[in-house]
């Protein structure tokens, strides 16, 4: 999985100046995305058919007029491409720069040879909509030219599909830098998937030697994470050695990615059709019964998923009414006893939302379950009190014992952001010295990344392999032999009762006021809430840390909720001592000095 971005940068920093070059002033800079991310996948797939164009021209022209359906003919390797996808047009970029007078009729003919399964891809680019301002402003030659350069070497064979996904990544956040725009989106690092990847196989690898086994990724981006993990899986020379078929399965709503994903299934020679477009949440493309043994993502956090409710929703009042059976599931009240409750996170962020699908998605156990790997923010562990639906998402999870472990990466490891992160792992087929059992990870810290020599956008750390299999060992380990790193807690340990507390509301003189019950009445200004973890007696709780300070305080009864949160820094909080008094005072001083001669030397 070893990816050099560095020996990538000549490539993307030419592609670069072709907008520079090429697009300025015809387009505006919030518009050079719109060719150049295009151009850069079909120039792609034009060197992959290179080879083949001449076998699938003479089977194309041998037997146009006497077969309707020629895509088997033209895809096989005896007499077609040999590859997923073709073109029957005479032209290939190359060959489009012999004729320059007529380039912009020869380009649409280039285009309109290509499968359908291309077509789709140069559709959602809304690629066809750029050619007349190409035309217009004189420029589709050079444009072509350009992307025709030997220093463009997009062939499948030199650039892997992470490479081309960290080529877009890299490309699409200077786009967004150039017109100060949120990239939005995550894409996941190599180093990150290959941890993932380590911690969702390696686990069951006597298991998945052989048969057939379906991945999945909700939310694909450029499909690095399915196609590298099923490397990883399958690589003669690597830890599993699987001789097992895998198949990918993945969907995306933003075009750009939708496209890019689909080009690189193509030249893997997997299923195009096994990737699909639209939002997973409220437009799932697959069917609803088919279920994945293994699903690895990064969905988007801090993003709305507004319009997904608006889909969804079928109350006609404020209160969301969901009735999709993902995001409706059963959970304890304070009672002990199971209430069926529809969990949606808040609008402005979805993150949690993917993993209730993703959930719904896991085979039973008796079919061999599920693994599960997602990386998120901070907020899917705390965010939310006793009541809402993030509480209650996790505590769906924490209930039915999906949660192996949480990791908590460095910092600065993602190309558009440098808040903290987190991968979670989950399984349906715990092994038994898991059950019951959530394990925390504090990755964080300088042992386990390196800086790097160049950042890349926000990102400046990354893992080494030895920082991976450090990782790696201490999930394997999973005990609290290094509670620096390494911390097993039991699920309950997560959970507590919101309870209500309540003080007497007093006239002047200071007496308690009774209503016609004759019971105290609540003083609404002294209306608190405290947290009882569920392992404790909550009356003993209450008469521990509530009565001492408010004697005359009660709770209701009938008005508990129960709540789970993730505290991670919590758990692994390291107490540093106060510097003393002399050294700040030192370093005071010391400042003043440096200021007075400054001064002196401004005034002299």
């Known amino acids: 999985m070893n990816l050099d971005t560095q020996s990538l940068q000549p490539i993307i920093n030419f592609i670069w100046t072709v907008a520079d070059d090429v697009l300025i002033n015809k387009y505006l800079e919030n518009q050079y995305q719109d060719v150049i991310l295009p151009m850069t996948v079909l120039r792609r797939l034009d060197l992959a058919l290179e080879k083949s164009k001449d076998k699938v021209l003479k089977t194309h022209n041998d037997f146009k007029s006497k077969m309707d359906n020629l895509d088997g003919l033209l895809t096989s390797a005896a007499h077609g491409s040999g590859l997923a996808f073709y073109n029957t047009s005479p032209y290939t970029m190359k060959k489009l720069l012999d004729d320059p007078k007529n380039i912009d009729s020869n380009f649409l003919d280039y285009l309109n040879g290509y499968s359908e399964n291309v077509q789709d891809i140069i559709s959602k680019f809304k690629f066809r909509n750029q050619l007349e301002t190409l035309e217009n402003g004189g420029i589709t030659f050079s444009l072509i030219e350009k992307f025709c350069n030997p220093k463009v070497e997009l062939r499948p064979e030199k650039i892997s599909p992470m490479a081309m996904g960290y080529m877009f990544e890299d490309l699409i956040r200077r786009f967004n830098e150039k017109t100060n725009a949120a990239a939005g989106r995550h ?14 196989y390696l686990p069951v690898k006597d298991q998945i030697q052989n048969g ?15 196609t590298q993990s099923k490397k990883y899986a399958t690589n003669p020379e690597g830890e599993i050695k699987s001789k097992a078929t895998f198949h990918l399965y993945g969907q995306e709503n933003t075009g ?14 997997e299923d195009p059709d096994k990737i699909k477009f639209g939002s997973t949440l409220s437009e799932y493309g697959f069917d609803p019964n088919l279920k994945f043994n293994f699903m690895l993502t990064n969905p988007p956090y801090g993003t709305s998923w507004k319009q997904d409710i608006e889909n969804l929703n079928v109350g006609s009042g404020k209160k969301i009414e969901i009735n999709d059976l993902r995001f409706n599931l059963p959970i304890k009240n304070f009672k002990g006893e199971l209430e069926e409750k529809c969990l949606t996170s808040r609008s402005n962020d979805g993150q949690l939302m993917f993993m209730l699908h993703m959930l719904s998605k896991m085979k039973d156990p008796k079919d061999g379950g599920s693994r599960i790997a997602s990386v998120h923010n901070g907020s899917a562990l705390f965010t939310g009190d006793a009541g809402s639906g993030e509480s209650g998402i996790r505590q769906y999870i924490l209930e039915n014992d999906l949660l192996e472990c949480i990791i908590q990466l460095p910092n600065d490891m993602f190309y558009n952001t440098g808040i903290a992160t987190y991968i979670w792992i989950l399984s349906n087929v715990k092994e038994d010295k898991r059950k019951g059992k959530v394990q925390l990870i504090n990755a964080s810290g300088k042992e386990f990344f390196t800086k790097m020599r160049k950042s890349l956008g926000s990102k400046r750390h990354q893992l080494t392999r030895e920082h991976i299999l450090k990782i790696q060992e201490l999930y394997f380990a999973f005990d609290n ?20 507390t309540h003080q007497p509301e007093r006239n002047e003189k200071g007496n308690i006021i009774k209503d ?20 404790e007696s909550i009356d003993e709780y209450f008469a521990r840390e509530v009565l001492p300070f408010a004697k005359n305080a009660w709770y209701d009864k009938k008005k508990m909720k129960v709540g789970y949160e993730i505290a991670f820094n919590k758990y692994f909080y390291q107490y540093e001592a106060l510097r003393p008094l002399s050294d700040i005072a030192a370093d005071i001083l010391a400042l003043e000095y440096e200021t007075e001669n400054l001064l002196k030397e401004i005034v002299e």
């Open 516 to 535: 016609s019950k004759g019971k105290p009445k609540a003083d609404k200004e002294l209306k608190d809430s405290e947290n009882v973890p569920l392992k």
């Open 256 to 269: 750009e990615m939708y496209a890019t994903c689909k080009s690189d299934m193509l030249l893997k020679n």
């Open 481 to 500: 032999a290094d509670e620096t790193y390494s911390k097993v807690f039991d699920n309950e340990d997560f959970g507590f009762y919101q309870i209500t």
């Open 212 to 226: 057939t086994f379906l991945v999945y990724d909700p939310c694909a981006g450029s499909g690095a994470m399915l």
């Open 187 to 200: 894409f996941t690092p190599r180093e990150i998937i290959e941890l993932m990847t380590h911690l969702v």
